[in-house]
């Protein structure tokens, strides 16, 4: 399965749809000195079916493609059916490309949640931020969370007979009732059903729930906790998050942001279970978002408590993942004169732990210095806090006046992977412009974060 999940990564597929229907599964190009080049397989050409079985995305493909033994068959230019026999080491590549990644159009949200943060965006911002992705696929490949409203039994199945595993699931609570009304989808709580087939058949899941005051906290979050507990080991973490409220909700259901006391009843809820569960199965399967912890201006758990960070991209264990590592990298290395002045800007949540490492760094290296800058989310308004929300425009205001030293280091969140963008499609470069210095986007590990500190 290992080598099943590489082989995903190291190609790109395509498919031509009209109107959400199936038409059919063009090859774009062929390598040239591939197996398929050599069976006479060329640009144009139409894909049907591998080994009898029909083709109809990138699961398909690549799950039947591992096999050894191949028979395909496709159509060429003409319209002719023809067939190819392939002998090959297994999971070995035969040289096919296709258009696209998903080898068809990505499977958008029907839910309307109450707490969508999409729903929340204003408008202006660029097309692609509005799409609410809800693919399955692509919780298996990339990590994303999925509802389960937009799967049919024979995705399910295919998901049982493929082993894919493991699928991440926005679950929000276990009660079927309470999960149609905040999902506003009449499918939203049968198809809780899918967790108990999943877990049934071997298939492994990492779970959240985004909580809502009032909604789905409280005796709900005890009952989903317990439920979830049930199916454990296939259910291998779950992960409790507030949700994100932006200036932007008028019209929309009205909803308490969490305060110091709220999140401290999440936190003492989530804490108590996961200590009587640790005790049975020596794990704490359920975490709070470390957000809970700062809104309820409680330390955070070392990196013990987060066992092996399996929700670390939800929040969870974030701040005690990058102290840890930094602070065992800054005991590795000898203290030392540098001349060198920086700017660290980050969102304000995380302001405190990064002020705390700066400073740890001004006291161990003579002459270094490091001016650490709380960006305020101005665009989406001050209760969203986290960096990876802070757009281009609210950086370059709020650090245009500053002496920033030698260069600004910037969370890599922040920035859209691809080209390097903020959420308000300011550039990277652009920022760089406007306020005459480097920025350079680091990641949350902390022996990373030291060496560019220190200019390394």
Not at 277 to 299: I, S
Not at 306 to 331: C, H, I, P, T
Request: charged share 30%.
């Amino acid at each position: 399965m290992e080598k099943f999940i590489l082989c995903l990564f190291s190609l790109f597929w395509g498919i031509y749809l009209k109107g959400g229907i199936l038409l059919a599964v063009k090859i774009l190009d062929v390598t040239k000195g591939s197996i398929a080049d050599k069976k006479g397989i060329k640009a144009g050409f139409v894909l049907n079916k591998i080994n009898s079985h029909e083709i109809t995305d990138i699961l398909d493909y690549q799950f039947y493609l591992s096999e050894k033994k191949l028979k395909i068959e496709f159509q060429d230019e003409n319209g002719k059916t023809k067939k190819a026999r392939i002998k090959k080491p297994e999971y070995e590549d035969i040289g096919l490309q296709f258009e696209t990644y998903l080898m068809d159009k990505q499977h958008s949200c029907k839910n309307k949640c109450i707490f969508c943060f999409i729903d929340q965006l204003p408008d202006g911002m660029r097309e692609s931020l509005y799409f609410k992705d809800d693919d399955s696929r692509l919780s298996f490949f990339f990590g994303n969370y999925i509802t389960l409203t937009n799967l049919s039994e024979h995705d399910v199945d295919r998901i049982i007979e493929m082993h894919i595993s493991p699928v991440n699931i926005s679950v929000h609570t276990m009660n079927p009732e309470l999960r149609v009304e905040m999902m506003a989808n009449p499918n939203a709580g049968k198809s809780l059903d899918i967790i108990y087939k999943l877990a049934k058949n071997g298939i492994k899941m990492n779970t959240q729930l985004v909580l809502c005051h009032g909604i789905n906290d409280g005796d709900e979050l005890k009952y989903s906790i317990e439920k979830l507990s049930e199916l454990y080991p296939a259910v291998q973490s779950v992960a409790a998050v507030p949700f994100g409220m932006t200036k932007y909700r008028e019209g929309l259901k009205k909803i308490e942001p969490y305060n110091s006391v709220t999140s401290g009843e999440v936190i003492d809820i989530i804490e108590s279970f996961g200590d009587e569960f640790f005790k049975k199965h020596h794990t704490r399967l359920v975490y709070p978002a470390d957000e809970f912890y700062l809104k309820a201006d409680r330390e955070i758990p070392d990196e013990a408590f987060y066992e092996d960070f399996s929700q670390l991209e939800n929040g969870v264990g974030m701040w005690a993942y990058l102290k840890s590592a930094f602070y065992r990298n800054l005991k590795a290395v000898d203290g030392r004169e540098i001349k060198r002045k920086i700017t660290i800007a980050t969102g304000t949540a995380a302001y405190p732990l990064l002020k705390e490492l700066a400073d740890a760094v001004e006291d161990k290296f003579e002459g270094f210095k490091a001016n650490v800058v709380a960006i305020k989310n101005n665009f989406f308004g001050e209760t969203i806090n986290v960096s990876g929300l802070v757009t281009g425009r609210d950086l370059i205001e709020q650090l245009k006046n500053l002496d920033l030293g030698d260069e600004v280091l910037v969370p890599s969140s922040m920035l859209r992977y691809e080209d390097n963008t903020f959420l308000d499609d300011v550039t990277l470069e652009q920022a760089e412009k406007e306020l005459n210095i480097k920025i350079s986007p680091v990641s949350n590990e902390g022996g990373e974060l030291l060496d560019c500190m220190l200019g390394e």
